[in-house]
């Protein structure tokens, strides 16, 4: 855990947001032990923060003694989405005047893909996703570029707690292709979706790196449209949005 105290913050509340983003990598689930060993925190004081967190509703005690992420996070989570979503609108638009094809971002939420904004392309066949759907992360584009960004021990738990269920014959289904997948993300710094989630459907997208999140931003389209040729053009107009998107957030969150 970082130390809030040396970077001008407050260290309880430091520990208060460690401990809750320990929680959602988790699943958004876990025992007491497991939590300080993950936060380097002793029990009691672990204790003394959860007790808190419960008692404000943003933790709640299972019957199992366990802990979960609780109930009063999901509407300060649906206002921010909605308002990160609202400061990428002018980015997605050019990417939509650029290529001519629908342009998306996303976050990681928990275990699964939310989309947060998106402008739809002006074709009248186009690729529309409503803000606020969520969708498996390892049959989507901008899934697997969320996936990229986390160490694979992450991404093998996460993966075991969703399954890999088979969207359609091309979607990858076991966890070892997968991190061969997001290595290979890694190193060309983009992502595709081959007709993995809907059939001729085929996406782009990269992760939007150093943005106090789990984001990323995708181009998606017919796959007749999304053409080898636009996907080349994509690619670099994809992480120069990212990199705007980074800046601006970093921006906004240390004003």
């Not at 509340?13 to 320990?22: A, F, K, P, T």
């Not at 936060?39 to 709640?60: C, E, N, W």
């Not at 997001?182 to 983009?190: A, D, T, V, Y």
Request: a neutral charge; aromatic letters at 2%; charged letters at 20%.
């Amino acid at each position: 855990m970082a130390d809030p105290a040396k970077s001008g913050g407050v260290q309880s509340v430091g520990r208060v947001l460690d401990l809750l983003e320990i929680v959602a990598d988790a699943g958004g689930e876990i025992g007491l032990s497991e939590l300080a060993a993950r936060s380097g925190l002793p029990l009691p004081s672990i204790h003394r923060l959860v007790r808190t967190l419960v008692q404000r509703g943003y933790m709640r005690q299972l019957s199992n003694r366990r802990y979960a992420l609780g109930a009063r996070l999901v509407p300060l989570g649906q206002v921010a989405g909605t308002m990160l979503g609202a400061w990428a609108q002018p980015v997605l638009t050019e990417l939509v005047d650029a290529l001519g094809e629908s342009a998306n971002l996303a976050v990681l939420d928990h275990d699964a893909v939310m989309y947060i904004g998106q402008v739809p392309s002006r074709h009248t066949m186009r690729m529309f996703t409503e803000p606020g759907r969520r969708v498996p992360a390892h049959c989507t584009g901008v899934g697997k570029a969320l996936l990229s960004q986390l160490p694979d021990d992450t991404v093998r738990e996460l993966l075991a707690r969703t399954g890999m269920p088979p969207a359609t014959p091309n979607t990858i289904t076991t966890p070892d292709a997968m991190l061969d997948e997001l290595r290979k993300i890694r190193r060309e710094g983009h992502a595709m979706d081959e007709g993995e989630q809907e059939i001729g459907v085929r996406c782009v997208a990269v992760p939007v790196h150093g943005a106090l999140g789990t984001l990323g931003i995708s181009v998606s389209g017919p796959a007749p449209r999304m053409t080898p040729e636009l996907i080349d053009r994509a690619v670099p107009l994809l992480r120069k949005a990212g990199e705007r998107l980074s800046s601006e957030i970093g921006e906004r969150s240390t004003a």
